[in-house]
C-alpha cells in the first residue's frame, strides 16, 4: 500500500540515544531539558522573536487566538483542514470565508477587504501545500483597519521568502509537528510571534492558567508538549534539510511526468520563495477522467491519494444550515476542492512508484 505520506523518522539509535537521559532524570513533560531544548532550535532555524511549543497544531491555535483576546468575526478560508474553522468557532468566534487564489490555493487579498465588518477582529489565512499567502497585500490590509494576522501556517515548516521564514509573517503563526507533517514531533505544534507578552499568556494558558505556584490568572487548558515528543523533533530537525532535498527530488519526477498535459493543473513555482515541497496537488481540470475516477483507479492499485482538501469546511455536515456557511460563497475554492488531488508524496517514496502512478493516471 503506497499511502499519500509517510512519516519521518530518524535512525533508532539516535532517538534512543536523545531520550536516554530521560532514565536519569525522570522529567517527562512540564517544560523539561528537551523541551527547552527544542524551543531554542526552533527559534534558531526558524528565526522567529518568540516561541512556544504545545502538544498539537490545533491546540496552539485555539490558544493563539485566546491569547489575542478575539471575540467576534475572523475572516479566513475554508479551503483548509477542519481543524483552522474548527479553532475559530470553539473560540466562540465566527468564521467569514474568503475565496482563495485559483494559482496557490491561499486566501485571495482581492477578495479580503470587503469582507472586513465593524465585527471584524482579525484575519487567519491559511498557507496551503507549502504556498505562501500574498502576505505583503494582506499586510497592508490589516495595517489599514487595525486588524491582527494570524497565520495558520501548518503547511509551511521550513518554507521560506527572500530568506525570511513563514514563521515570521503576521502577528503570530502556527505549526502542526503531526506526524504527516515535514517535520514532525510525533504530535505537536507550535507559535511563532513577536511579543514577549503574548507568549507568556501562551505558556500561562496551556499549562491550566498557572503562571506561578500561586498565581493563575487565566482559565486555561493541558497543551503542553512532553519530552519525549520533543526529543523526536530534536532529532527530526537534524535531518530536515536531507529530507527536504529528497521531496524535491520526488516533485521533480512528478513534474517530468506531468507537466504540459491537457487537463492536469499543477503546483506552480512561487517567486522569491525556498519550498519545502510538503505535498503534490494536482486539480483535474478539464483532464479526460474525473478526479474520483483517478482517484478510484488509483486506490484499486493499492496507491492511496487524498481529496485535500474536500469538502470545504464550509460544507461539513456540523455546521449545515448556519449562517455564513455556503460554498456558493467562494466558487474559485469550491471548483479547486471539488477537483484536487494529493498524490503520495515523501522523502523515500522511490522515483519508480512516481513513475508508475503517472503512468495509471496517463495510460
Known amino acids: 500500500m503506497i499511502n499519500v505520506t509517510r512519516s519521518s523518522m530518524p535512525p533508532f539509535e539516535e532517538y534512543c540515544d536523545e531520550i536516554r537521559e530521560l532514565w536519569n532524570s525522570h522529567w517527562l513533560t512540564n517544560m523539561g531539558c528537551k523541551h527547552r531544548e527544542l524551543e531554542a532550535e526552533l527559534k534558531r532555524f526558524l528565526g522567529c522573536e518568540e516561541l512556544a511549543l504545545f502538544t498539537n497544531g490545533h491546540l496552539a491555535l485555539e490558544n493563539v487566538i485566546e491569547a489575542f483576546g478575539l471575540h467576534g468575526e475572523i475572516i479566513t478560508t475554508p479551503f483548509t483542514f477542519a481543524s483552522t474553522t474548527h479553532a475559530i468557532v470553539r473560540c466562540g468566534c465566527t468564521p467569514v470565508f474568503c475565496d482563495i487564489d485559483p494559482v496557490t490555493y491561499t486566501l485571495n487579498p482581492e477578495k479580503l477587504e470587503a469582507l ?15 504556498n505562501l499567502c500574498d502576505v505583503d497585500r494582506i499586510g497592508a490590509i490589516a495595517q489599514k483597519h487595525g486588524l491582527p494576522v494570524i497565520y495558520d501556517a501548518a503547511h509551511s515548516f521550513g518554507v521560506f521568502r527572500n530568506g525570511i521564514s513563514s514563521a515570521c509573517f503576521g502577528d503570530a503563526a502556527m505549526f502542526s ?21 503574548v507568549r507568556q499568556r501562551l505558556c500561562d494558558l496551556k499549562n ?4 506561578d505556584e500561586e498565581n493563575v490568572p487565566y482559565v486555561g487548558g493541558n497543551a503542553k508538549m512532553n519530552e519525549f515528543c520533543a ?6 530537525l537534524r535531518h530536515l534539510e536531507e529530507e527536504i532535498k529528497k521531496r524535491r527530488l520526488v516533485t521533480e519526477r512528478y513534474n517530468k511526468n506531468l507537466s504540459g498535459v491537457a487537463g492536469l493543473q499543477l503546483n506552480a513555482r512561487q517567486e522569491g520563495v525556498k519550498p519545502n515541497y510538503a ?18 483507479r488509483l486506490k484499486a492499485e493499492g496507491i492511496v491519494p487524498r481529496k485535500y482538501f474536500y469538502p470545504l469546511t464550509s460544507a461539513f455536515a456540523c455546521y449545515r444550515g448556519r449562517p455564513g456557511f455556503s460554498t456558493a460563497e467562494t466558487p474559485v475554492a469550491e471548483r479547486v476542492a471539488a477537483n484536487v488531488l494529493t498524490l ?13 502512478i ?3 493516471i496517463l495510460e
Open 279 to 296: 505535498y503534490y496537488p494536482v486539480v483535474f481540470d478539464g483532464f479526460r477522467l474525473k478526479r474520483d475516477e483517478v482517484f478510484d
Open 116 to 130: 472586513i465588518s465593524e465585527k471584524t477582529v482579525a484575519i487567519l489565512p491559511v498557507h496551503v501545500y507549502g
Open 358 to 360: 503517472c503512468s495509471l
Open 231 to 236: 526529543a523526536m523533533g530534536l532529532c527530526n
Open 177 to 197: 509537528f503531526h506526524a504527516t507533517k515535514v517535520f514532525n514531533t510525533v504530535e505537536g505544534g507550535a507559535v511563532c510571534c513577536h511579543s514577549g507578552e
Open 344 to 356: 503520495p508524496m515523501y522523502a523515500d517514496l522511490p522515483l519508480e512508484t512516481v513513475d508508475r
Open 208 to 211: 491550566f492558567g498557572i503562571h
